[in-house]
């Protein structure tokens, strides 16, 4: 500890999920008579949903300030000294210190701390090619992306837009497109939409999405984008064709925003994000923590540390980091990748591994695919679902579970995250006592339905 302070100093850099939950869970634990808290964010806002904003655009959240789950008022307010607009630009990790400059005055100064913690989020992809920066052309990461992409939409006569990427943002925004009434075309690098599930099942968001208007292009590279004469975007070129647009998303990813910790010699890892223990310390820095979107997580199925930038993750992280610097004890023991999306009302859900993931990692596996129905196939409203599911070759544990479906689709991969974590063998989960009436799903739950197919693949009965 700094002996000329006479409490310590806890220094946050980013103001997001990760940072300020790990703030205020140090506050709850220490008072300000004991720890001092300074958190600097670069950006106008705190603790907001980047996750709502695409549900903001389209129209289903009346207004920006509804993202916002903690203002900077009140974490002032629970003496938490909070800088917005001052950008952390330097870390000296020997000197147990940060430079930060103010944005608006263009002010540095050096802030000293017992400890520190690196929440610096993730920075979205850009793509280096012409015209990436012309009027019309958004990324939709912060709440001032999100308000620019308004403004655009509200200002323009044009009702094209084309989507670059389909990952789980640029399908989300296609849906927030389509009901502002735009004609939505997705560009997609990839052979299907959503990467992260098995092309099979990709493919059944592909027809999903054209069955809801949404031209869907894959396999295609975006090499340029057209501006007119008032700077604005035009079209957007791939090797062999061009779509107008009278607006363009870019959900082409993320990667750890950790150009600070790298310059200061914090260890990264492959993916680019920093590593830490699971008390969520940096390695080998007893007073450094970091969390959040700028690090690498164990995936417990593969065993492998992975880059993935969720939200979910980005709160539990704060949580355990501001438990341990507040002097209790917890750790964040990994994921198993559990995600879940929507686009209008198709739902895509996936846990675990991919058919890739477990060839990367050398595990040999059954994979199987099952049609089933949200609800008793008798009961209205029943609406198909496809649950695709992995387990290992001879030991049947369970790797992982895809599913496509309309209304209760999604949030049943939270019985295979639950059965994942808990190691389970395909043919235990067949037993699992899962709640059933018509209403809900039919008497063999979807999910069951999978499991008691790949436990007859695994005995080789199949
Ligand atoms: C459109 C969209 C939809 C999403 N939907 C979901 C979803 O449905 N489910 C889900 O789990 N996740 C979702 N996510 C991801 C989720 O928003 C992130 O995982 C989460 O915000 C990560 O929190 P974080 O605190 O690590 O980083 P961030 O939220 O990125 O916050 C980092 C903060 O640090 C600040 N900062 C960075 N560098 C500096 C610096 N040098 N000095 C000062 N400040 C700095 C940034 O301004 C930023 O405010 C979505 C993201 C987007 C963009």
């Given at each position: ?11 946050v850099v980013g103001g997001d999920a990760a940072g300020m939950s790990a703030a205020s869970q ?13 958190a600097?964010e670069?950006?106008?806002?705190t603790s ?69 913690v690196i929440a610096t989020g993730a ?133 750890p925003e ?15 994000g920093l590593?830490t223990?699971?008390?969520m ?8 923590w970091s969390g959040g979107d700028c690090v690498?997580v ?11 930038p969720l939200g979910t993750h980005a709160n539990k992280h704060g949580q355990v980091i501001g ?9 964040f ?130």
């Amino acid at each position: 500890m700094n002996m000329s302070r006479a409490r310590e100093r806890l220094v946050v850099v980013g103001g997001d999920a990760a940072g300020m939950s790990a703030a205020s869970q140090a506050r709850r634990l220490r008072g300000p008579d004991e720890l001092e808290i300074v958190a600097f964010e670069r950006g106008h806002f705190t603790s907001y949903s980047a996750c709502g904003i695409p549900y903001w655009v389209g129209g289903d959240v009346s207004e920006r300030d509804r993202l916002i789950a903690r203002t900077p008022e009140e974490h002032r307010a629970r003496d938490i000294d909070l800088r917005l607009r001052t950008e952390v630009t330097e870390l000296d990790p020997d000197g147990q210190r940060v430079r930060a400059r103010d944005l608006e005055s263009g002010e540095e100064s050096w802030t000293s701390y017992d400890r520190l913690v690196i929440a610096t989020g993730a920075r979205p992809i850009r793509p280096d090619m012409p015209g990436a920066d012309a009027a019309g052309v958004h990324g939709v990461q912060t709440l001032d992306d999100g308000q620019a992409l308004l403004d655009t939409l509200e200002g323009t006569r044009g009702r094209r837009a084309v989507v670059v990427g389909a990952g789980y943002i640029g399908v989300e925004m296609a849906e927030a497109l389509i009901k502002r009434g735009y004609e939505v075309t997705v560009v997609n690098r990839g052979s299907e939409p959503m990467s992260t599930l098995d092309p099979d099942m990709g493919r059944l968001v592909h027809e999903a999405m054209e069955g809801l208007g949404i031209t869907m292009v894959n396999d295609a590279e975006v090499t340029k984008i057209l501006t007119g004469e008032d700077g604005a975007v035009r079209a957007v070129v791939t090797e062999d064709r061009e779509f107008p647009a009278d607006v363009v998303v870019l959900g082409i990813g993320v990667r750890p925003e950790t150009a600070l910790a790298k310059a200061a010699g914090l260890p990264l890892g492959s993916h680019g994000g920093l590593l830490t223990d699971r008390s969520m310390r940096v390695r080998g820095h007893e007073d450094i923590w970091s969390g959040g979107d700028c690090v690498e997580v164990l995936d417990l199925v593969s065993g492998q540390e992975r880059h993935v930038p969720l939200g979910t993750h980005a709160n539990k992280h704060g949580q355990v980091i501001g438990t341990n610097v507040g002097g209790g004890y917890a750790t964040f023991p990994g994921v198993v990748g559990t995600a879940v999306s929507k686009v209008c009302d198709l739902e895509i859900a996936r846990t675990g591994l991919r058919e890739k993931d477990a060839h990367r990692v050398g595990l040999r596996f059954e994979a199987v695919t099952i049609e089933s129905t949200s609800r008793a196939g008798y009961y209205p409203n029943a609406s198909a679902m496809t649950v695709k599911m992995l387990a290992e070759h001879r030991t049947g544990r369970l790797l992982g579970v895809q599913i496509v479906g309309r209304e209760g689709a999604g949030k049943r991969v939270d019985i295979a995250a639950v059965a994942l974590t808990a190691g389970m063998t395909v043919e235990q989960m067949t037993a699992l006592d899962l709640g059933y009436a018509p209403p809900f799903s039919p008497v063999w739950d979807p999910v069951l339905v999978a499991a008691r197919k790949a436990a007859a693949k695994v005995r080789g009965s199949v």
